[in-house]
């Protein structure tokens, strides 16, 4: 059986979830094609294949994905995987949706014998049939470019955020994968020269001891290996012991998502942080020496001006400048299909119709002024693409300065930082727009 493997965007990382459906389908006669569209470009005639697979990793790549398949002749066994699978067959109905490659359902559907031996907790994904990780998404280190992979240690999360869609597959459940295949991915990556790697888990504290025991175990391997992860505010808060070791561990930088600082805002997207909350994740990384990235939502129905005068303020209080992507000062509220915010009485008033070449809802908000602005901003932003980044930043902040009448920096003598960050980053939870889609086959950073 010929069968056809695509991927649209994986946030700039190897698509390591097509290696593992690789080694599934692998039996020795099955020939199976990949190709990654976020960095290469093939033409191919999708009735030559008998099977076709679509990663919908996410929102982004399952926009990309349809675009791509709009008016094609396809195969006809055709599957959908990944988080966005269920949103993508909604528009897709043709798609059979494979939740777990260790069920029959693929094997029922391709009608062929798979490899028995896989196993989706303990195999470790073959990362040669990938295209190299120096293709992908990088660490950018002041004049240094450094190699990045990537990993996780877990699954699935523990926890409910409304404008999140992990929740809406995995509903508040997380498992972790093996030690030995977690160890040995990162070794295979090392080896084929990774200098850095981004645990990719939705929060790398959902399970901080299972955590730290990796982290641990690559440190005494690999000690000097970089890694990067994402951490809730409400566990930086929570483990302040265990976020007191990611130093030492060689954890360059943490990403969190504080969203925003509007109280209302976060208790409808059940963030279980505060604005104090945020004050007090930035004050523990300052002790330990770990620089925080915030990510931050500011635009959704209920955002008032004050709000993006309370975010710069933060920003400009704890010295924050270099550690916050421009671009996350215009994003707005994503509402894909069967978000758990569509339950929000809140809501209600603000939703719109589905719009599904979007894979999401509309909605409007309660003060168009807000509209307006961030309008203004994102333009500024797509307009000042190419110029420094810092700069860039000050330019937003002179858009809000402009609308509000309020002074924001204050700090004349600011000393400009030199921080690594990676050179992609794209979040799961925001709307895309051009510049994110644009960018994405150019492998450069965005932000």
């Known amino acids: 059986m010929k069968i056809l493997l695509l991927s649209f965007y994986d946030l700039g990382k190897q698509p390591k ?36 697979g679509v990663y919908a990793s996410m929102h982004t790549a399952s926009v990309l994905a349809e675009e791509f398949l709009r008016g094609k002749r396809l195969p006809d066994k055709l599957f959908v995987f990944g988080l966005y699978a269920k949103v993508f ?19 029922s559907l391709l009608k062929v014998k798979l490899n028995s031996e896989y196993s989706f907790k303990h195999s470790v994904p073959d990362r040669t049939v990938l295209p190299p ?22 699954y699935g999360c523990k926890h409910e955020c409304t404008h999140c869609p992990v929740p809406i597959e995995f509903k508040g459940m997380f498992k972790t994968f093996g030690t030995e295949k977690i160890v040995q991915d990162v070794s295979n990556q090392v080896e084929a020269g990774a200098k850095h790697i981004s645990f990719n888990d939705p929060d790398f504290f959902n399970g901080p001891k299972h955590a730290l025991k ?38 360059l930088f943490v990403i969190s998502a504080f969203e925003t600082t509007n109280d209302q805002v976060l208790t409808i ?46 920003i400009e209080n704890y010295k924050l400048r270099e550690t916050v992507a421009p671009i996350q000062l215009t994003i707005k509220l994503l509402i894909p299909k069967n978000s758990l915010i569509l339950s929000s009485k809140e809501m209600n008033p603000y939703v719109g119709d589905f719009d ?16 307006t602005l961030q309008k203004q901003l994102f333009k500024y932003v797509l307009d000042n693409e190419s110029i420094d980044e810092y700069e860039q930043y000050l330019g937003l902040v002179d858009i809000v300065e402009s609308h509000t009448g309020v002074s924001l920096i204050k700090d004349a003598e600011y000393i400009k930082r030199s921080v690594p ?25 965005l932000i």
């Not at 004050?279 to 993006?308: C, G, Q």
């Not at 909605?363 to 002024?369: A, D, G, I, K, L």
């Not at 979040?427 to 994110?436: A, T, V």
Request: charged share 25%.
């Open 421 to 445: 960050k990676l050179s992609e980053t794209w979040f799961c939870c925001s709307e895309p727009n051009k510049i994110q889609l644009d960018r994405i086959k150019s492998n450069k950073a």
């Open 89 to 107: 067959s909604e528009i897709y109905s043709n798609f059979n949706i494979i939740q777990n490659f260790e069920s029959e359902d693929l094997e």
């Open 356 to 371: 599904p070449t979007s894979f999401s809802y509309q909605w409007n908000y309660h003060n168009p002024e807000i509209d």
């Open 214 to 251: 990796i982290l641990e175990l690559l440190n005494s391997k690999h000690p000097k290996i970089t890694y990067d992860s994402t951490i809730k505010v409400e566990h930086i808060l929570k483990y302040p012991q265990y976020f007191q070791e990611l130093k030492d561990l060689n954890m």
């Open 269 to 314: 997207l059940k963030k279980n942080h505060t604005a104090d909350d945020l004050k007090s994740a930035v004050e523990l990384s300052l002790e330990n020496s770990i620089d925080i990235r915030p990510t931050w939502m500011p635009f959704s129905p209920w955002t008032e001006i004050k709000d993006l005068i309370n975010i710069i303020n933060l």
């Open 133 to 154: 990780i120096t293709d992908y998404s990088h660490i950018v280190d002041g004049s240094n470019n450094l190699i990045a992979g990537s990993v996780e240690t877990t």
């Open 17 to 52: 979830i097509i290696s593992e459906l690789h080694q599934k389908l692998s039996n020795g006669t099955n020939q199976i094609d990949i190709v990654d569209y976020s960095i290469e470009e093939k033409s191919l005639v999708l009735t030559d294949y008998d099977a076709l």
